[in-house]
């Protein structure tokens, strides 16, 4: 009883000590030409923080971004915990440094609302369900703030309010997004089958030099790849580019000449025109040789 008790005081205390930011300004929706971004402006009295969340396509994955020289990590620390409060418990993830403007930046990459629950030891593993707009936004109900802890010098909570308003108004970006790419986002909600990427590699395996390898953490520098009901492509784009123009190109003339698909089907078992995302890597030879 003792121990548990301490970890309750231990728990609060944590809390107490938190930096608490709260909205300046209301949110506002920044509709990318190949991404959707929430973004609030949250003060403590003397320090602002810009706070961000971010899709470059619909589903349950998000990207957190901190603008603001109050978020302040220890030297050393290679993991930066998160919660969505009041109810979760902390995660952690590598974040992302860089600066803008001379402030310090802070992303969060690979981050979903509602954590992904692991099967239980010995069971069978089962891919996630589909993604459900309706039931994030009814857990995004839920959720009143973020806190940061882990890593940080000391801790942070961003007093957002309920967030089903908010990531109601990034899935319809993220629709229009889609739509833009020329694809029909309901239609795309509703494949009973994804396109699938065959006939890998693509990429040469020089394609990517070894120094680069630890730029495309965290999601980064993402392949889209738009693709005809034919399983052909006929456009590559690169999301969250990290790497080089030059190596992004050749990334893309490879995957135009290369690429095929056995393309979507819609619920009627039909081809349709879609889009395949991923990371380069997928694209090019296994370490140590052979096929994927």
């Known amino acids: ?25 209301p949110w506002a929706l920044d509709y990318g030409d190949d991404y959707c971004r929430l973004g609030r402006v949250f003060t403590d009295g003397s320090n602002e923080v810009e706070v961000g969340i971010e899709r470059i396509r619909p589903g349950e994955q998000v990207r957190i971004w901190l603008v603001g020289d109050a978020v302040r990590t220890f030297r050393g620390a290679t993991e930066t915990g998160y919660t969505f409060l009041p109810s979760q418990s902390e995660r952690t993830v590598q974040p992302i440094r860089s600066s803008r403007a001379g402030l310090q930046v802070m992303s969060l990459p690979e981050v979903t609302l509602k954590p992904f629950a692991p099967p239980a030891p010995g069971a069978r593993f089962t891919p996630p369900p589909p993604y459900d707009p309706a039931a994030e936004q009814a857990f995004a109900k839920g959720i009143t703030a973020i806190g940061l802890g882990k890593g940080l010098t000391r801790p942070l909570r961003f007093e957002t309010g309920a967030l089903d308003a908010p990531i109601a108004a990034l899935q319809a970006c993220t629709d229009d997004l889609v739509k833009s790419w020329g694809v029909d986002p309901d239609k795309n909600k509703s494949l009973s089958v994804p396109a699938i990427p065959q006939g890998q590699p693509w990429l040469a395996a ?20 738009m693709i005809n009901a034919e399983g052909k492509p006929t456009s590559c ?56």
């Open 1 to 25: 009883m003792a121990v548990v008790a301490g970890l309750l005081v231990s728990t609060a205390a944590q809390a107490q000590d938190a930096n608490v930011f709260r909205p300046s300004g």
């Open 206 to 225: 020089n394609t990517i030099g070894f120094a680069d390898f630890a730029k495309m953490a965290g999601n980064a520098n993402q392949v889209r790849v």
């Open 237 to 292: 784009h690169i999301a969250w580019a990290t790497l080089g123009d030059e190596v992004n190109g050749g990334i893309c003339k490879s995957v135009m000449e290369k690429a095929s698909f056995i393309p979507a089907k819609d619920s009627g078992g039909q081809a349709v025109a879609s889009y395949w995302m991923g990371s380069p890597m997928f694209l090019m030879p296994p370490m140590g040789g052979g096929r994927r």
